[in-house]
């Protein structure tokens, strides 16, 4: 090969090496940005589930206080009959009166749990432990023969099991925020 020659191929050599170095530059930044944008998914992906668990905990936890708060009056109605303030039929015409909880709201909590969060099952069951536990005195002490006292520890171990619920689910929506 001659001065010449090399002299004139020079311009295409140097041309095919920007061009094959620019395109290298293209392929390197194409694939910098794939990995970038598969991290933002990643993490937009990761905030929305945190988001949703979030939401579904607070759900749970303000249905969940409906639901007692709810059981709660109707139990405080019935106490007042055990201690002869009320009759029964009067209790049953309160206990009757529109409530707190909108219709299908007991379940929604329930469903919400049961999807969601099946790890509350366990701390769940004591709460329905104790509720089943106050449901004898939700008749006419004069046919049950129970007696207020009894009456008041039930409902005393009921609400403290639904505070101890409560403080779970607390501690849940506590994690998902850390996390």
């Not at 709810?70 to 206990?95: A, E, F, P, W």
Request: glycine residues 6%; charged residues 20%; proline residues 3%.
């Amino acid at each position: 090969m001659q001065i010449g020659e090399v002299i004139e191929s020079t311009p295409v050599l140097v041309g095919g090496v920007t061009a094959g170095a620019t395109l290298l530059a293209v392929v390197v930044t194409s694939l910098f940005n794939i990995r970038v944008t598969r991290l933002n998914i990643d993490a937009q992906a990761q905030q929305k589930a945190k988001a949703l668990r979030i939401a579904k905990l607070e759900e749970l936890y303000f249905l969940f206080d409906k639901w007692q708060l709810n059981l709660s009056g109707i139990y405080l109605h019935h106490l007042r009959c055990y201690r002869g303030k009320l009759t029964c039929r009067q209790v049953m015409d309160l206990v009757n009166a529109p409530g707190l909880l909108a219709p299908g709201e007991a379940q929604k909590y329930r469903m919400v749990m049961e999807l969601h969060f099946p790890s509350l099952a366990t701390d769940y069951a004591q709460v329905e432990a104790t509720r089943r536990r106050v449901v004898p005195f939700l008749s006419d002490p004069a046919v049950s023969k129970l007696g207020a006292t009894e009456f008041v520890a039930c409902q005393v171990a009921f609400e403290s099991a639904c505070e101890a619920f409560k403080s779970k689910i607390s501690a849940l929506a506590h994690e998902a925020l850390a996390s």
